[in-house]
Protein backbone atom coordinates (compact mmCIF):
# COMPACT_ATOMS: atom_id res chain seq x y z
CA UNK A 1 0.00 0.00 0.00
CA UNK A 2 1.34 3.88 -1.09
CA UNK A 3 -0.87 5.29 1.79
CA UNK A 4 -0.77 6.09 4.87
CA UNK A 5 -3.55 8.03 6.76
CA UNK A 6 -2.17 10.17 10.06
CA UNK A 7 -5.04 11.13 12.39
CA UNK A 8 -3.24 12.34 14.76
CA UNK A 9 0.25 13.47 16.59
CA UNK A 10 0.57 9.94 18.22
CA UNK A 11 0.39 8.45 15.31
CA UNK A 12 3.81 9.82 14.04
CA UNK A 13 6.34 7.73 14.68
CA UNK A 14 4.02 5.04 12.67
CA UNK A 15 4.51 6.64 10.12
CA UNK A 16 8.26 7.70 9.82
CA UNK A 17 9.10 3.83 10.46
CA UNK A 18 6.00 3.59 7.51
CA UNK A 19 8.40 6.02 5.35
CA UNK A 20 12.02 4.13 6.24
CA UNK A 21 9.98 1.22 5.33
CA UNK A 22 8.74 2.31 2.13
CA UNK A 23 12.00 3.66 1.04
CA UNK A 24 14.32 0.66 1.95
CA UNK A 25 17.80 1.09 1.38
CA UNK A 26 17.56 4.23 -0.43
CA UNK A 27 18.69 7.97 1.59
CA UNK A 28 17.19 10.21 -0.99
CA UNK A 29 13.71 11.24 0.27
CA UNK A 30 11.81 14.23 -1.14
CA UNK A 31 8.97 15.46 0.69
CA UNK A 32 6.22 17.56 -1.32
CA UNK A 33 3.41 19.12 0.38
CA UNK A 34 1.96 22.64 0.93
CA UNK A 35 2.99 25.13 3.96
CA UNK A 36 1.95 23.75 6.90
CA UNK A 37 1.48 19.89 5.99
CA UNK A 38 3.93 18.63 8.65
CA UNK A 39 7.17 17.87 6.52
CA UNK A 40 9.69 19.20 9.15
CA UNK A 41 7.63 17.31 11.82
CA UNK A 42 7.98 14.10 9.80
CA UNK A 43 11.26 14.19 9.18
CA UNK A 44 12.53 15.00 12.74
CA UNK A 45 10.38 11.67 13.69
CA UNK A 46 12.25 10.36 10.89
CA UNK A 47 15.63 11.38 12.34
CA UNK A 48 14.40 10.35 15.88
CA UNK A 49 13.69 6.37 14.03
CA UNK A 50 17.37 6.14 12.53
CA UNK A 51 19.14 7.00 15.81
CA UNK A 52 19.91 10.87 14.97
CA UNK A 53 21.78 12.17 18.55
CA UNK A 54 21.53 15.70 16.59
CA UNK A 55 18.57 18.24 17.83
CA UNK A 56 16.71 18.82 14.10
CA UNK A 57 15.44 21.82 13.55
CA UNK A 58 13.90 23.24 10.61
CA UNK A 59 16.68 24.67 7.75
CA UNK A 60 14.38 27.05 6.47
CA UNK A 61 17.14 30.08 6.25
CA UNK A 62 20.04 28.22 6.34
CA UNK A 63 18.98 25.61 3.65
CA UNK A 64 21.06 22.27 5.06
CA UNK A 65 21.20 20.85 8.56
CA UNK A 66 23.62 18.30 9.39
CA UNK A 67 22.53 15.74 11.82
CA UNK A 68 24.64 12.75 13.37
CA UNK A 69 23.57 9.09 13.21
CA UNK A 70 25.22 7.38 16.31
CA UNK A 71 27.65 10.28 16.22
CA UNK A 72 29.28 9.03 12.93
CA UNK A 73 27.10 9.00 9.98
CA UNK A 74 25.37 12.10 8.56
CA UNK A 75 21.88 12.99 7.98
CA UNK A 76 21.71 16.15 5.46
CA UNK A 77 17.78 18.15 5.70
CA UNK A 78 17.64 20.43 3.15
CA UNK A 79 14.95 23.06 2.58
CA UNK A 80 14.89 24.30 -0.55
CA UNK A 81 11.52 27.12 -0.01
CA UNK A 82 13.32 30.31 -0.20
CA UNK A 83 15.43 29.58 -2.95
CA UNK A 84 14.22 30.83 -6.50
CA UNK A 85 16.54 28.96 -9.00
CA UNK A 86 18.55 25.85 -9.86
CA UNK A 87 21.82 27.35 -9.51
CA UNK A 88 21.55 28.01 -5.72
CA UNK A 89 20.77 24.76 -5.04
CA UNK A 90 24.11 23.96 -7.22
CA UNK A 91 26.33 26.19 -5.86
CA UNK A 92 25.41 25.00 -2.24
CA UNK A 93 27.58 21.53 -3.59
CA UNK A 94 24.19 19.75 -3.65
CA UNK A 95 24.97 17.08 -5.97
CA UNK A 96 27.92 16.23 -3.47
CA UNK A 97 25.57 15.53 -0.66
CA UNK A 98 22.89 13.34 -2.85
CA UNK A 99 26.83 11.41 -3.42
CA UNK A 100 27.64 11.11 0.12
CA UNK A 101 25.96 7.75 0.73
CA UNK A 102 24.09 9.32 3.79
CA UNK A 103 20.50 10.75 4.06
CA UNK A 104 19.54 13.37 1.90
CA UNK A 105 15.79 14.99 3.54
CA UNK A 106 14.62 17.22 0.95
CA UNK A 107 11.64 19.98 1.46
CA UNK A 108 10.36 21.76 -1.40
CA UNK A 109 12.25 19.22 -4.10
CA UNK A 110 10.70 20.97 -6.70
CA UNK A 111 13.22 23.18 -7.96
CA UNK A 112 15.81 20.61 -7.56
CA UNK A 113 13.94 17.80 -9.82
CA UNK A 114 16.23 18.09 -12.42
CA UNK A 115 19.23 16.85 -10.34
CA UNK A 116 17.87 14.25 -8.29
CA UNK A 117 18.60 10.93 -9.27
CA UNK A 118 16.12 8.45 -10.20
CA UNK A 119 16.28 6.44 -7.38
CA UNK A 120 15.04 9.28 -5.84
CA UNK A 121 12.23 8.19 -3.05
CA UNK A 122 9.06 10.72 -2.86
CA UNK A 123 6.61 11.95 -0.28
CA UNK A 124 3.75 13.46 -0.86
CA UNK A 125 1.67 14.81 2.13
CA UNK A 126 -1.54 16.05 1.73
CA UNK A 127 -4.38 17.21 4.37
CA UNK A 128 -7.49 16.37 3.99
CA UNK A 129 -10.73 17.92 5.22
CA UNK A 130 -10.68 16.73 8.68
CA UNK A 131 -6.89 18.35 8.92
CA UNK A 132 -5.86 14.45 8.62
CA UNK A 133 -2.46 13.92 6.75
CA UNK A 134 -2.18 11.24 4.07
CA UNK A 135 1.15 10.11 2.97
CA UNK A 136 1.75 9.00 -0.35
CA UNK A 137 5.07 7.02 -1.33
CA UNK A 138 5.91 7.35 -5.08
CA UNK A 139 9.17 6.59 -6.75
Not at 47 to 53: D, K
Amino acid sequence: MNLFQIDSLSQLSQAAKWVLKKVGNHKIIAFYGEMGAGKTTLIKEICNCINCCSHVTSPSFSIVNEYMINCNESVFHFDFYRLTNINEIINIGFEEYLYSNNYCLIEWPELAEPLLPPETQKIRINIDEKQKRILTFYV
